[in-house]
Each structure stands twice: as C-alpha cells, then as structure tokens.
C-alpha cells in the first residue's frame, strides 16, 4: 500500500501555523508574570518614576528577566510590556514590592536559593512563656534597605512597619516590614487582604486609626496606623501588650509589656534603647537596669556587641567588594567561629569553621 500525500496550500499551512501559535501562546499565557514579577523588571528599566518618559521607557527596556536567579524564562514576561496599568503604578512611584527567599537556611546560615547570608542573635529574653525579646537580624540583601538603626543590612525585632503606598494601586497590595529582616505581601483578594498560601496570616482594619496584622500560629496582634504604617503594639495569646514608645524623633526608645487587664502601666516590664547622633542604638538598658552596648565601624557596620558582664562578640566585613557584607563572627573569647566567602555578584559561596567537618560550600 502506497503511502498518500496530503498536499495542502499556503492558507491551510497559514492556519495550521496560526493554531499552533495560539496553543504556544496559551500555555506561555497560563505562566505569565504576575503584578510582583513585572514590577520587578520595570525596576531594572530606563524608566525613571515621574518623569515624562517613563512609561515609555519601562515598556521599551523593561528586560524579560528578574535577575540571575530568575526560575523563569524570557517569554514568561511577554505580558509586562503591555501592562499599561501596572507600569502606570509604578511610573507614579508606587514601590516594587519585594520577594522573600522562603528557602530553607542551611550552614551558618544561608539562603542557598540566592545565596544569601542571615544571621540572628538575641541580646535580651524575659523569663516569660512568651517572653519580651531584643534581637537582631542580619541579612546580606535586605528588604528594606532604609533601616540603619542597628547598622547596615541589620534590623532589630521592633523594626516593623506597613507600607501602604501601594494600598491603591491597580493590584491593590501592603507591605508589611517584618523584625526578622522578612516581608508579607498582602493582596486585596475577595474583600480582604490576605497572603495567598498562608491563613494564619491577616490584615484588617480595626478602627479608632489603626490595622491589625493577626498571626494565628503565634498568637499575636499587631497595631500599625492606618495613615503612616507605623508600629504600635503586639498583643499575645496570654494577654499581654507590648507597646513601642517613640521620642521626639520618632525612633523607638521603649518597649514595654503589662497584662491587658492591669490598668497600673507604672507596674509595666519594660526596655529601653539609646541612640547616637547618627540615629542609631548604642545601648539597650534592661529591666535591671544593666547595658548592652553596640559599636559601629567607620563603614556603618555593627562591629560589636558588649554585653552586661563585659563579653564581646565582634562582626567582620572584610571583603572591599562589598563594605556591607559579612564575612565572619569572632566570639566572647575572640575565637573566629565562622568565615562566610561570596561570589563577584555578592552571593554566598561557601561557609568554613574551625571544625571542618562543618564547612559547606554552594554552587
């Protein structure tokens, strides 16, 4: 049996070519970028927020990746350059909402989707089940690079903030800044704000000026102005508040916790912090009255942290490339307990000990 030919002419070839096209563009269209990933390419544009040009400039240069790390592939961001709404907001300035590493650390410890080093160490803990808490957190690539209080690329566990500018925007979404160096974003969904994948988490607003930020696993409310975004109070499960005061420079001078149901506020435990005249803490008084005391190298790094009773533990940035980055840890006794070595791009490399069992590295 001879095989028969099908000679087809150029509009069935034209039509064929069309279907295939379409059903190319249909699954590329079930990936398309969302709100989040093209404004994060319209950052990396010509365009320059509030000038004439610029939504011009962002839908002609706006590139078809968010960065090295991009899981994604060119023509999943076809859609960005016609995106008149999106690029409107953020040619009128609306912030571009950054995205958390939600990898798992690992090491001492890293981020290995991006590389990044984070770091945390607590200077104060009440003796309490859920106990009042002063801690720092590092992070090699912060969020919210306008935090300087405790150093560069460091914030401490008050630092918490919304940041609303986005609240009307053509995908209505709120910032919530968090004390561990990570972020929420909140999405106006079904008449509420909510983090897609995360129930435990809201945002509502309760009233009298304020939001409430509700976090069901752990038990707390937070109250941030609905005008500012500024922190004011978190409530726990085991009803106590804890209420931030600010000085005439609205910076954070004491955090103080009493039962919700005492009404004596005199009786309250209570932290206070001291600054220097570059805004930043130089000294964390605890209840007893005893000084923990923070040093800052000529770079705006944190360089030291003095305890009550006299240990040291020092903070090294050795790497020219990147004043900023951490590279290494020296303990109470002045032994190096972990050197971090990153990449020409800043990202970390590798993570070695004295014991050397412990070192990792990253590829």
């Not at 969302?34 to 365009?47: A, I």
């Not at 909140?186 to 129930?199: D, L, S, T």
């Not at 500024?230 to 910076?251: A, L, M, W």
Request: hydrophobic share 35%; charged share 20%; glycine share 8%.
């Amino acid at each position: 049996m001879k095989n028969k030919r099908i000679n087809e002419g150029p509009a069935g070839m034209a039509a064929r070519l069309l279907a295939a096209f379409m059903l190319l563009m249909v699954a590329f269209g079930a990936n398309a970028a969302e709100y989040m990933q093209c404004m994060q390419t319209y950052q990396k544009s010509l365009g320059i927020p509030g000038t004439p040009t610029c939504a011009v400039q962002v839908a002609g240069t706006s590139p078809m990746s968010t960065g090295a790390d991009d899981p994604y592939g060119p023509m999943n961001y076809y859609n960005c350059p016609n995106a008149s709404n999106w690029i409107a907001d953020y040619c009128r300035g609306v912030p571009v909402p950054p995205q958390s590493d939600d990898s798992c650390p690992v090491a001492d410890p890293v981020l290995p989707a991006k590389g990044i080093v984070t770091l945390s160490e607590a200077d104060f803990a009440s003796g309490d089940t859920l106990p009042l808490v002063f801690k720092r957190t590092y992070l090699s690539k912060p969020y919210d690079a306008t935090q300087t209080t405790m150093g560069h690329n460091w914030v401490n566990n008050w630092q918490r903030r919304l940041d609303l500018l986005g609240a009307n925007a053509s995908e209505p979404h709120i910032v919530a800044y968090r004390g561990d160096q990570q972020v929420l974003n909140f999405k106006w969904i079904g008449g509420a704000w909510v983090v897609p994948g995360h129930r435990e988490l809201s945002l509502t607003k309760a009233g009298g000026g304020y939001f409430h930020l509700r976090d069901e696993l752990l038990g707390t409310t937070e109250a941030y102005s609905d005008a500012t975004g500024k922190f004011y109070s978190e409530t726990t499960r085991t009803g106590v508040i804890r209420k931030v005061i600010y000085d005439g420079r609205q910076r954070p001078s004491t955090i103080a916790e009493w039962p919700t149901d005492n009404v004596i506020q005199a009786t309250a435990t209570s932290i206070r912090l001291e600054y220097d005249s570059n805004d930043r803490v130089v000294t964390l008084v605890d209840p007893l009255g005893m000084p923990t005391s923070y040093a800052y190298d000529g770079k705006g790094n944190l360089a030291s942290v003095t305890a009550p009773y006299g240990y040291v533990r020092q903070f090294l940035y050795e790497d020219a490339r990147f004043p900023n980055a951490l590279t290494g840890v020296k303990n109470e006794s002045g032994s190096r307990t972990a050197t971090w070595t990153c990449d020409a791009s800043g990202r970390a490399v590798s993570v070695t000990h004295p014991d050397t069992t412990r070192n990792v590295s990253f590829s």
